[in-house]
């Protein structure tokens, strides 16, 4: 079975500033994705970013990037110049090749202070 | 596109009463997952479809819980009797057929159990 496991329960950060949220994860699988979503308060979940395990590349949208290291089966969330909007709870996801079986983290609340 | 209708949106009930949610995904949209989501932590995955069959169910609460799509669209699940400790969002999403497709989530249906 999968774990994923989000260590930072909470953090905050300045306007404009950046923050990387950590983000661990447990498999045996050689095939599988993993993908941030966000969740805003009292608002629906969305995907925030995504990374195939495959590609060594580390994905990019925007202001968002990851840093995915396969070997210590870690994938990192950095936010760049934050902005008021991203304050939401942010979680981490593991999602199975083929079978599209996915295990999610317990997230962090990020707070981002004007 | 249309997103994921969930209803109710609430429901308070009693503990050992009944209470069922509905789901309609994504038009196209071949898998769909039921989660509870506990305040303050990650979505748990109870039951996957993936069109009218079920792909794991291995985290549903059987004794109690029951889930269907029926003809591959809409699903239900149903709890009965319910628990004070079912209390929680149920979330439910669906994606498109393909490893890299991500899940889009309902708005969840929040559930007091009094």
């Known amino acids: 079975a999968q774990t994923v496991t989000q260590s930072q329960p909470e953090m905050s950060v300045q306007e404009a500033e950046t923050v990387t949220l950590s983000c661990t994860y447990d498999t045996s699988e050689s095939n599988y994705y993993l993908f941030w979503y966000k969740q805003p308060p009292s608002r629906q979940m969305i995907l925030v970013i995504r990374?195939?395990?495959?590609?060594?590349q580390n994905a990019t949208e925007n202001r968002f990037s990851v840093n995915f290291q396969k070997a210590a089966k870690s994938f990192s969330l950095k936010i760049s110049d934050s902005q008021l909007g991203d304050t939401a709870m942010y979680f981490c996801a593991f999602m199975k090749g083929n079978a599209g079986k996915s295990t999610f983290g317990d997230g962090t609340t990020l707070t981002v202070k004007p | 596109e249309a997103g994921v209708a969930q209803s109710p949106r609430y429901k308070i009930i009693e503990k050992r009463q009944s209470v069922a949610f509905w789901c309609n995904p994504i038009?196209?949209?071949?898998?769909l997952y039921w989660y509870q989501q506990i305040l303050g932590q990650g979505p748990k995955l109870l039951i996957q479809f993936q069109n009218n069959g079920v792909v794991d169910d291995s985290q549903l609460p059987k004794d109690r819980f029951s889930a269907e799509r029926l003809k591959g669209v809409d699903s239900t699940l149903k709890i009965q009797p319910a628990k004070l400790e079912d209390s929680a969002v149920y979330l439910c999403?669906?994606?498109?057929?393909?490893?890299?497709?991500?899940?889009?989530f309902g708005p969840g249906t929040r559930l007091t159990v009094l």
């Open positions: 990374q195939e395990a495959y590609k060594q």
């Open positions: 999403a669906s994606r498109r057929r393909g490893d890299y497709n991500e899940q889009f």
């Open positions: 038009s196209g949209h071949a898998t």
